[in-house]
């Protein structure tokens, strides 16, 4: 730990609501994330460091097919331990935009290239400490094509029966937070009604 955080109340920070950047210090740079260390004043006024994990945002897919199979991903996650059932994801490159990632990813990790992507929501997955936005679409009219997962990846392709995948249990069956949300559309969206 590198000192404990200090409370200092500062009146009138503005009138835009958020917080002012007082300065800021990069603990760690790596591939694909980088730590800092922000010194702001909040919108109540309160002067505080917050560590935030920068990353440049990701795309996510709930991917239906013809028969009306969900297709996910079994994937080996290092920070969790184990082997997670998921919604296909991947981090968007620079330069890229989200719907390019989606289907860049789709293909990559299952094989199927998406003829129709319709953007869902967008979402922080864990905003106290992540800057990570999520793109959620939801691809269609799958085509067949030739994946090719990245050198460091560790995953097979799951297809599951309509039924199935509604039947999968939170927190047993599915427990990171990308797949509950995309999941969850299973239920309310009117294409799949």
Known sequence: M???????????????????????????????????????IEPSGLEVEREVLRHPGAAVLLAVTEERKVVLVRQYRHAAGEFLLEAPAGTIDPGEEPAQTARRELVEETGYYPNRLEKLTEFFPSPGVLEELMHLYVATELERRVGSLDDDESLEPVELE????????IGKDVRDAKTIIALSYLRTHPLFK
Request: proline share 2%.
């Open 2 to 40: 590198y000192g404990a955080t200090r409370h200092v109340r500062i009146p009138d920070v503005g009138a835009d609501g958020k917080a002012r950047l007082v300065n800021r210090r990069r603990i760690f740079e790596g591939r694909l994330v980088t730590l800092e260390v922000d010194r702001i």
């Open 162 to 169: 309509w039924d199935r995948a509604l039947s999968l249990e």
